[in-house]
C-alpha cells in the first residue's frame, strides 16, 4: 500500500480540523484525515514494532487487554539497539517497518520501542493514513498520576534520556514535577541474551538505579519495552515505596481507547452468548530481521502458546 506523504506547506493548507496540534509530538494517532484511510477493516491486525524483543511486553499486555484482536509483529533483532543509534538511521529504519507493516495490512500501528517513539514517532504518524501510537504518552500520564512527592525516576536507552521526551512530555502535564532520567544502556543486550535473572543483571541494575535512589524518587518509569521483564529486580532494588510504571500497560489501554473511537474494534465476541462455540484465538504473525530461531525461542517464553513460528525477513527490502 502506498503511504501518503505531505510537505510542510501541503500539511499548512489543511483544514484547521484536521492538521495534527504541533505542541504535541508524542501523541498523534491521525484522528481526522478521513479521506485518507485506507484500512477499515476491524478483522485486520495490529501491527507492533520493536528494534528486538523489548516489544513483547506491549504485544502481551495488548492479547490481554484485547483478546480478540490479531498481532503482526515485528522485531529489528540485525539492527538493534536502537538506543545508540541516530534519529535519523532510527527514522529510516521506523518507515522501512512501518512499509512492511503496511503490506501485511495493519489497521493501526504501535511502535513498541521508546528510542523509536522519541525520535520517529511524529514523522510515522505525519506519514500514515492509520492510528499510529507509541509507548511515551501513557506511560508520562500515569507517573504523574502516581508520584505523591513530585519526584519523577526514568530509565531508557541513551537515545530515549538525552532527548529527555518524558520529561517534557510529564513537564507539559505538571510543570512542578521533577524528572530524574537516567541512561542504562547494557540492559537491553542483558535482556536479548536472556540474562534476566543473573547476578550480572543484578549488579548493573544495582550500579544504574543508585543514582535515582539518591534523589528520592517516589516512582519509576520503565522508559524501554525490555524493562519489564527485569521488573520484579528493579523493584527490589528501588524498594516497596517506589511505584514503577509499565508503559506497556498503559499503552495497550490508550490503543484500546483509540481503535474504539476510530470504529476499529475487533468485534470479537460481542454479543456471544454462553451457549455459542468460544471463536478460535486469534492466530498472531511474527517476524524479525535475523535470528529467527533464537527470537522465536525467548518470545515463546515471554507469550507461551502464542509463537508458533518466527519468520525472518529482509527489512532493507521495504
Do not use: W
Not at 491521525?30 to 528494534?51: N, Y
Amino acid at each position: 500500500m502506498e503511504i501518503i506523504k505531505k510537505t510542510q506547506t501541503e500539511r499548512e493548507e489543511l483544514p484547521e480540523q484536521e492538521r495534527i496540534p504541533e505542541q504535541d509530538p508524542v501523541k498523534l494517532y491521525i484522528p481526522h484525515r478521513k479521506q485518507l484511510r485506507t484500512v477499515r477493516d476491524p478483522k485486520a491486525p495490529v501491527g507492533v514494532f520493536d528494534s528486538g524483543v523489548g516489544g513483547l511486553t506491549v504485544a502481551r499486555e495488548i492479547m490481554r487487554l484485547l483478546p480478540e484482536e490479531r498481532i503482526v509483529y515485528f522485531g529489528d533483532t540485525a539492527r538493534l539497539p536502537y538506543g545508540a543509534k541516530s534519529r535519523e538511521t532510527v527514522i529510516r529504519y521506523s518507515r522501512q517497518i512501518v512499509r512492511f507493516l503496511r503490506h501485511r495490512g495493519v489497521k493501526a500501528i504501535v511502535i513498541a520501542c521508546n528510542t523509536a517513539s522519541s525520535f520517529a514517532l511524529e514523522t510515522i504518524a505525519r506519514e500514515s493514513d492509520i492510528p499510529v501510537i507509541g509507548v511515551i504518552y501513557a506511560g508520562a500520564v500515569t507517573a504523574v498520576k502516581a508520584t505523591q512527592n513530585g519526584r519523577v525516576g526514568v530509565i531508557g536507552t541513551r537515545g530515549t534520556v538525552n532527548s529527555d521526551i518524558y520529561g517534557k512530555v510529564i513537564h507539559g502535564l505538571n510543570p512542578d514535577i521533577r524528572v530524574f532520567g537516567k541512561a542504562c544502556p547494557l540492559l537491553v543486550p542483558l535482556v536479548e541474551e536472556g540474562l534476566l535473572h543473573d547476578s550480572v543483571t543484578d549488579e548493573i541494575l544495582s550500579r544504574y538505579l543508585q543514582e535515582l535512589k539518591g534523589k528520592y524518587v517516589d516512582t519509576l518509569v520503565l522508559g524501554c519495552t525490555h524493562y519489564p521483564l527485569l521488573r520484579s529486580t528493579v523493584a527490589r532494588i528501588m524498594g516497596s515505596e517506589v511505584t514503577l510504571v509499565n508503559p506497556a500497560y498503559e499503552t495497550a489501554l490508550e490503543l484500546k481507547q483509540i481503535l474504539s473511537m476510530e470504529g476499529l474494534l475487533n468485534p470479537g465476541t460481542v454479543g456471544r452468548t454462553e451457549t455459542d462455540v468460544a471463536p478460535a484465538a486469534p492466530h498472531h504473525e511474527f517476524y524479525v530481521s535475523d535470528l529467527a530461531d533464537n527470537f522465536r525461542d525467548f518470545a515463546s517464553s515471554i507469550l507461551p502458546g502464542q509463537v508458533d513460528s518466527t519468520q525472518k525477513i529482509e527489512i532493507e527490502e521495504y
